[in-house]
């Protein structure tokens, strides 16, 4: 396996080895290493089938089967098809993943180490890739908050909404997602978790907090709840921590949800895009695994 970091704030490519084969368990604590490290891991010009993509994942941890989940591979509810590809007029996937800042399975009692997506079809115009994902770096954002705020925010817990994201979507213009159900609301309710998160394979604090789920901080007026939230979102938004992957087919893009946020970038129209997807749930003993 050979690493090369991109030597931007996020980022490092992984080549030399082909994830259709089951990994051995130093391969697997090398990547969770760099996944600590680097944040977001491309491994390019991988072939894998549903069964092996769906095997590399649970390599990290449990496969969440998505709670609104409407479309997937078929016999792997665990693999999700995001693409805004139709056939005979109906969609074949979810064509409005991530479109906004957040975190996967924030959300979520147990909440997600890693997403995983292998690109199968990225759209191309005049020569270049669109529908970049971007993505920012919580290690750095938290180092950067001054420590005053740090002080704030130290114990501090927020309440993560999977409704949130999913109505602010609902209310874009011709949004097809139809509401959340009772059922599905009772399968996915509002969680705390603290927001400077100590990260399961650096041991370091990364700010766990995103505009995408997090509705208040927890036993705090709201107006001050806002304030701070506020003070917190501008820190993520810097420039210096963005990184943008651009997409070529063949990738595996895993990255890392603990210490990254993400935001799927819709600058595609209807050319055809096809992403598979496994998210994986953060239910290792990940110090012991990297020790
Ligand atoms: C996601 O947020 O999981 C989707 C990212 C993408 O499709 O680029």
Known sequence: MRITPSGQTLGARIEGIDLQNPLSSAEIR??????????????PKQTLDVDAFAAFGSCFGGLEINVANMFH????????????????????GLGDAGQGWHTDMSYSETIAL????????VPVVNGAPLGNTEFRNMHAA??????????????????????????MMRQRPGNTRPPLTEA?????????????????????KVLYCTIGYVTHIDGMPAAES?????????????DQYLYAHRWTEGDVLMWDDIGTTHNA???YG??????????????????????
């Open 265 to 267: 970038v819709a600058d």
């Open 226 to 238: 806002e304030a701070l939230l506020d003070i917190l979102y501008r820190e993520q938004d810097r």
């Open 184 to 204: 599905q609301r009772k399968r996915k309710p509002p969680v705390s978790h603290p927001i400077a998160y100590t990260h399961p394979v650096t041991g370091k």
């Open 73 to 92: 591979e078929p016999e792997h509810p665990e693999v999700m098809i995001l693409s805004n590809i139709k056939k005979d007029g109906k969609q074949i």
């Open 270 to 291: 209807d050319h055809p895009r096809y992403m598979r997807r496994v998210q994986v749930l953060a239910d290792r003993d990940y110090p012991a695994m990297v020790r």
């Open 114 to 121: 890693t997403t995983i997506l292998h690109a199968q079809k």
């Open 142 to 167: 938290y180092d950067g908050l001054p420590a005053d705020v740090k002080a704030r925010i130290e114990g501090r817990t927020a309440t993560h909404d999977f409704n949130k994201f999913w109505e």
């Open 30 to 43: 090398e990547i969770l290493v760099a996944l600590g490290q680097h944040g977001v891991l491309c491994f």
